[in-house]
């Protein structure tokens, strides 16, 4: 089981930043797959960042150029620093964790979320 603690969400005003954390348990985090996702009411939850274990990442389109996605695998951590705001960028953050298992497949895990929002 791995648990997923996200922290720094808020209001920001549109062209600002913020910068969420994400801490996982356990001892494993370095093979871990890490992503951001993000959900608004009546929409499905969609990718935003990912990172690999070996550090490639990859972001939805909306957010390129924009939004970074980074980890600290002696603290457990992945960031998403988020820059030049816009209010479409309001939603529910979830930190996602892709953890091998040694059957060969995978298990998802996710945080509690935490609430982003952009206006003036």
């Known amino acids: 089981q791995v648990q997923l603690v996200e922290s720094g969400g808020g209001l920001v005003r549109p062209g600002g930043s913020l910068r969420l954390s994400c801490v996982a348990s356990?001892?494993?985090?370095?093979?871990?797959?890490m992503g951001w996702y993000r959900q608004t009411p009546g929409k499905q939850r969609e990718l935003v960042a990912q990172?690999?274990?070996?550090?490639?990442?990859n972001y939805a389109d909306s957010v390129k150029g924009r939004f970074t996605i980074s980890r600290d695998n002696a603290k457990n951590t992945v960031y998403l620093q988020m820059n030049s705001l816009k209010p479409e960028d309001t939603a529910v953050y979830y930190c996602?964790?892709?953890?091998?298992?040694?059957?060969?497949?995978?298990?998802?895990?996710w945080g509690q979320g935490t609430q982003v929002t952009v206006s003036s």
């Open positions: 996602n964790a892709h953890v091998p298992l040694s059957s060969g497949s995978w298990s998802d895990y």
């Open positions: 356990g001892s494993m985090f370095s093979i871990y797959g």
């Open positions: 990172i690999t274990s070996g550090g490639t990442t």
